[in-house]
């Protein structure tokens, strides 16, 4: 079985047409010989369940890696729920709060209206009737509900958008509330409008230090843990009063956006900026793949390249590229792509290239020993004979040949070019823009997954390196046992 | 080259020769790879002195610094004398510490040749053993467990590895130390101080040896199967020799010459190992010199620490090739023929 | 118009409320006391790791977590009960800076509409998590140089929008750009350089923000992370429309000169926008040659208020000092304006921090960096001098609360003036040295220290304290315990440049190559146990293991070891 590769290209003559269906039966034999390889296949089937995974990364999840604060900082993953330490919680909460959701529950001289705008779609609209100059002043209150079943949350905020059309001497307030289900209110937001005013957005953000100064709270207190300190049904009140004894004042209002970041959210959490773990992690297949792939591939066509040149010539340039070869080799790899990656810049490309340009010695050395024993070969005699070029010959004759052996370096190389990678990315070297598992580690590392505790930042993106690393060994070793008999029968 | 002898119908060099060979070679790549430092760092991005200024400081005073910082010469009077002061260890001033970079590396250098030792030596002795016993056992459960155990600590990164060992016996059952090569301050007595250091060792050391024995072991394993095939081996089990004797008197001794040849092989992989152990368990070595130089641009660190390690590199090298030539004269091969 | 003045006001409230606020907070409770120190040994471990930095406070292996910058830090630290946390206004700004030699930031009106796209708010919120003070003067809260009666430019982008239509930038629908009037062209890209996301994150993501609300009222501008030191490089030849960096700044507001003055505007001078306003120019050279300190008060006022109105930075924010204790542990640290309470130029820590369980004994002091050199002489970063602090003193010392001079190692002094050339002036600052004070030898402090330290600084032309000698024109020392410092200029500030960290003459008289003297690793000639290291500081350096830790006990020959007038 094996002898069909060993086989390929040997008769001269009927080189065209042999090689290709010498390829093609060689790869049909490779692959019964494979498939018979336990390990191989377990490897195999772990390969591709990365590559679906790496595929399908927008179908799994609904995040992008770099999508920030979609929960609070360090949130737990949902199933730590069921942990001690999390009991109680709270998830993510966001209300968009549009017309028609409001209750407008007291209202003096006020009434609740609708509108379409072009720009801001549908408006809620408070309608304040003019007050005559010592009257009390129109006023509304809306209100939604909000039950609020859980522990704590670290922050909240909102976000409100208004716009107010009044005579010029109306003095209009708006003002926005928390209140709990004991009563107390605690309004984190005011702001007064002196006649008209076009479209403004409040932003309420309950890590602001005004907010803490309204609620009378330190510059190191959590205005969250103080307002939703209780579970039960909570009110978010919005006030609008004016007084205008001109005419009607119209506050509009596109939609309150409320928001609790949660402190449990995803498969595995968040990181440092409230970005989802597990969005990383399947991201992060992604980009392992392509740099194992691309520097992969690179290495192994320098080396190919090489040892085919090397082989095939021998005499002077032989000796030159061997002499490369070694002082590649005796280069410490990982201090000089340290080195290198703090030159060239911190980008994926440069990683790749730098990989590829520390890993081609292997592959060069083998395809060179194989070529040297190729070109003693009558078929390539014949050729040379007949004419033939070198190029020709090396392209056409040579590569052929060594090409099963090319495929089997390239699976070998692959988990090479990923933990570099990954050591490059965990030392902080690696591209700061892209998720790759390194960084993943390097995130946990310096930005608090060990006080917290939080395995699931750490074991995820470490334990998918250890399985595609090990994927492509187990690959890479049944190749080779099925192209390398001797290897074979001492396993 | 003095060619004296010839083997299985190949050349082959004289030892003297050979290692005469084998230390031009080594001397060669020493020289390419300090050129190759020298051009990488000049080609640096950035003015180096914009580093080390303090943002308080005037032009004059900036000017002050370049000069003592010999920036502004020529570059090839730069080059000259810088490896005119590799060759005397003059590895200049570090641009961050204003310390010669020489004295921050002797301070490191015996911490990392601690940690590397004793990772070196556990790891050697326990891969060797395992390896005997799971020939020993061939076929057995215990045996699938060594080769997959082997294979798996293999494909786990160190770094993740020793990361989880970090977060294990760090923080979450806090006994023993998470950075640092002994206790601040260290306590009072000798044996003490010796503990105080075995118990800072334990971790970085041990995470590499848990890492590193697999592939060991393995090696280790295949050696023996190979050398329990050979025909003396039938023979003298032929001859009713006990299995203990068979194995370590026969087998272990025959495979012993590849797997210290090994043992010299291993040695750069351990030298560049260091930069990563270094840096999780804040141990203070050149490895994390040179990460920690790399972060903060500072040049002449960079390049002295990075200027070690290849020298390391180069000589364990040579060692190995040193100890191949040895064991096995085959590989004397003269010419590029093999 | 009046909806803008009424946000301007609510905005400079909001900030006056917020500084004065944190002000009283300290004033009320210092208490310190100007002898010290009440423990007997300082053990500082060097931890790196920010995570192995927060556990060794939690464990309680240091008493203090100075200088939190991180959110998750604080956020952490703030929920642990034995944690204090100390907050002081700091010396720092960050800005986004415009290069105004080059059209169209050459124009005020798109650096208006810029400064006004700008939401700090939504920046302290969201990069820092509400840890960060807002600025927008030229001179922080902290300093008493402080103006805030300066123009302001809220976040508005509708007033930006309205600026820009009104200088005649019309936008056009289809590209959402905006045509320069000059030109009849759109305007060009401009960039904004700034650090990468791995050196400093929270500056490029800040980059990316500004950016990106100057895109949305049609201004193309475009985040650029870049290498730090190229990026230095790049604004030293003028070759960029805006960059963010922070300063750290220093007590004085001379600093406005170097950064504004025209005559700065070289290559890589400090006038980095390139401002050139003979207004400002006049204000300035007041204030750096100011008689006294009324003068220069009036002329950073009137600096500060053409600065807000030119616009060649858009000043951001300001960095207050967290620190964190072990209140369960220690007690006695100090808050201090524009320092924190845990920076070495803050003494007041240093001389009054003592243990819960009784005075004396060993205190444990988190070192987050590699102390490094030790030599006071060459020491650029502030872990240097957390160690160093600690053991050199200066002339005067800065009282915390209002950062006023405190006589030190002076008893007092005078300032006046002489003739460094017929006609000219200049200022003379005289030390009057305090009696009794030794170094940590045992060997008295005197004049001829000082005329020795200043004269060695000027003989070997010292960088870090060039902008301090380069004045000075002799030194004279009439008794042991005087002497008098002549400048070749006259400035109100020179009594600050006549101060130095003093070095003892009878050790470094004997240095040769001061740049690669490490005193600390040299035996003090004749005293055993000593080293080279010594000042006439609280605390003595006793052992520096590089990598693990600096251990510093207690100067029994100090000074100030007992109360004292």
Known sequence: MNQSITQLGTPPARRATRTRTGLLSGLVAFWAQFRRRPYGMVGLIILILYAIMALAAPWLTPYKPDEMYLADRLAAPVWARYLPRFKGAPPTLRYTIGPGQWDLTRHENASLTRATDQERGELTVVQLSPVLPGEAPATAELSFPVHYPHNPPNTFDAKITYAVEAPVDAQTTLSYSIIDPQGTEYTVWDTTVYGSSDWNTATIDSRDFQVKMKLGLSFFDDPATTVFATKGDYRLVLRVSSTAASGPVRVRLAGLQANILGLLHGLLGTDHVGSDLWTQLVYGARISLIIGILAAIAAVAIGTVIGLISGYLGGKIDEFFMRVADVFLSVPTLPILIILSAFL?????????????????????????????????????????????????????????????????????????????????????????IPTWGRMLQNARAFGAFTELAWWWLVPPGLAITLLTLSFTLIGNAVNEVLNPRYRERT | MGITALQNGVKVLGFRAYLFRRAVSALLVLFVIISFNFAVFRLMPGDPSSLIIDPRFTPEAIALLRQQFGLDDPPFVQYVKYIKNLVTFDLGQSFTSRRPVIDELKERLPNTITLFLTSFTFTALLGIA??????????????TLVTGAGLFTYAVPTFFFQLLLLLLFGYYVPIFPIHGTISAPPPEGTWAQLLDRLHHLVLPAGSNVIIGFGSWALYTRNAMLEALSQDYIITARAKGLSERA??????????????????????????????????IFSWHGVGRYLVDAVLQQDYPAAQGAFYLIAIAVIVSNFLADLVYGLVDPRIRVAGENA | MQLKRWIVLAVLAAALVLTTGIQAAQQTNVRYDKWGPKVDEIIMPIIKEPEAQRIAFERGETVVLPGLTRPEDIDRIKRNPNADITMNLGFHMFYLAFNMRRAPLSDLVIRQAIAHVVNRDQIINQLFQGYMLPLESFVPQSSPFYNPNV???????????????KAGYKLDPKSGVRIDPKTGNPLRKMYILTPTYEVAPTSAELGRMIAEAARAIGLPVEAQPMDFPTMLEKIDIFEFDMYLLAWGLERN???????????????????????????????????????????????????????????????????????????????????MLGYGAANYQNQWTTLNIRRRAGEGGTIRWLLPEEPKNLNVVTASSAYEFEVLGRIYEGMYAIDPVTMQ?????????????????????????????RKGVKWQDGMPFTSADVKFTIEFMKK??????????????????????????????????HLYNADFPWLPKHIWEDVKDYTNFQPWLEPHPTVKGLTKAIGTGPFILKEYKPGEYVRLVKNPNYWALKPWK
């Open chain 1, 345 to 433: 810049g911190k980008h994926i490309g440069n990683i790749v290239l730098l990989v590829a340009a520390f890993s081609w010695m292997t592959t060069a050395r083998v395809v060179r020993s194989q070529t040297l024993s190729l070109k003693q070969r009558a078929f390539v005699e014949a050729a040379r004979a007949a004419g033939a070029g070198n190029t020709y010959i090396m392209l056409t004759h040579l590569l052929p040949n060594v090409f099963p052996l090319v495929v089997a370096n390239t699976v070998l190389m692959m988990p090479v070019a990923i933990l570099y990678e990954a050591a490059l990315s965990f030392l902080g070297l690696g591209d700061p823009r």
């Open chain 2, 130 to 143: 395992v390896g005997v016993f799971a020939a020993a056992r061939r076929g057995s459960f215990a045996e």
């Open chain 3, 253 to 335: 507001p001379t600093f406005l000169y170097d950064f504004f003055h025209s005559s700065n505007d070289v290559k890589a001078g400090y006038n980095t926008p390139g401002i050139r306003n003979a207004e400002l120019d006049r204000a300035l050279e007041e204030l750096y040659y100011a008689p006294d300190r009324a003068t220069a008060q009036r002329a950073a006022n009137k600096a500060q208020e053409i600065l807000s109105r030119e616009i060649p930075y858009v000043v951001l924010y300001s960095r207050p000092y967290i620190d964190a204790w072990r209140k369960d542990m220690v007690t006695g640290y100090i808050p």
């Open chain 2, 246 to 279: 068979v194995l370590y008197h026969h087998a272990l001794r025959s495979v012993l010459p590849p797997i210290v040849t090994l043992v010299f092989l291993s040695l750069p992989g351990l030298v560049t190992g260091a930069v990563i152990t270094e840096t």
């Open chain 3, 405 to 433: 001079d405190i006589p030190w190692l002076a008893e007092s002094w005078d300032v006046g003036t002489w003739e460094p050339a017929p006609g000219k002036k200049g200022t003379v600052v005289t030390w009057h040295i």
């Open chain 3, 460 to 493: 070997n032309e010292v960088p870090l304290y060039q902008s301090r000698w380069k004045d000075i024109v002799k030194v004279e020392t009439p008794d042991q315990y005087t002497a008098k410092v002549y400048f070749g200029t006259q400035s109100y500030w």
């Open chain 3, 151 to 165: 123009d302001s430019y809220p976040y508005n982008p509708t007033r930006a929008r309205e600026i820009l239509d």
